[in-house]
Nanobody, 120 residues
Framework: QVQLVESGGGLVQPGGSLRLSCAASGSIYSIHTMGWYRQATGQQRELVAVITSGAPTTYADSVKGRFTISRDNAKNTVYLQMNSLKPEDTAVYYC??????????????WGQGTQVTVSS
């Protein structure tokens, strides 16, 4: 059983900052990819930023230079520092985890989502 606990969403004014965190726990042997997607009302879910083991960090073009993703391997936690937020960043942000369990089976797991609202 795996759990993802997301936190850090909220309401912020344009130009402000927020930091999201996502902590994974449970029967995790190895994490392959961990990161963030978002879904605005009426839109498809889109990649924001992900960290893949052995590969460069990936960012959506719309957030490059404003958002920074980082990972604490000891805590199985990924963070998303969001600066210079814009109204168009308003969405539900979802944490995604691709991992292997101790039987080397591979799984994908999504968090429950955290709302980020950028508005004056």
């Amino acid at each position: 059983q795996v759990q993802l606990v997301e936190s850090g969403g909220g309401l912020v004014q344009p130009g402000g900052s927020l930091r999201l965190s996502c902590a994974a726990s449970g029967s995790i042997y190895s994490i392959h990819t961990m990161g963030w997607y978002r879904q605005a009302t009426g839109q498809q879910r889109e990649l924001v930023a992900v960290i893949t083991s052995g590969a460069p960090t990936t960012y959506a073009d719309s957030v490059k230079g404003r958002f920074t993703i980082s990972r604490d391997n000891a805590k199985n936690t990924v963070y998303l520092q969001m600066n210079s937020l814009k109204p168009e960043d308003t969405a539900v942000y979802y944490c995604k985890l691709d991992y292997s369990d101790y039987s080397r089976r591979e799984f994908r797991f999504w968090g429950q989502g955290t709302q980020v609202t950028v508005s004056s």
